[in-house]
């Protein structure tokens, strides 16, 4: 018997995909798929194969480090 893949999730290899992908995904039983795509998923509003996405890189690396862009944004 074959192992169910329904509900897991997917990273687009180098942000790579158009609507045959997200098809796929889809028929495959895929829960959530991230871009590269530089910005915050929005809960209830994103396209749920297609989320955005910040980059590690632009987070702070320590706890006492300045509020920037995306910790605001996150804040609210």
Do not use: H
């Amino acid at each position: 018997m074959g192992q169910s893949t329904d509900g897991f999730t997917f990273c687009y290899p180098y942000g790579d995909y158009d609507q045959d992908t997200v098809t796929i995904l889809e028929d495959l039983g895929c829960s959530a798929a991230v871009t590269t795509k530089v910005a915050l998923a929005e809960v209830g509003s994103s396209a749920l194969l297609e989320l955005p996405r910040i980059n590690t890189n632009d987070l702070p690396v320590t706890g006492p480090t300045k509020p920037n862009v995306w910790t605001r944004t996150a804040a609210g």
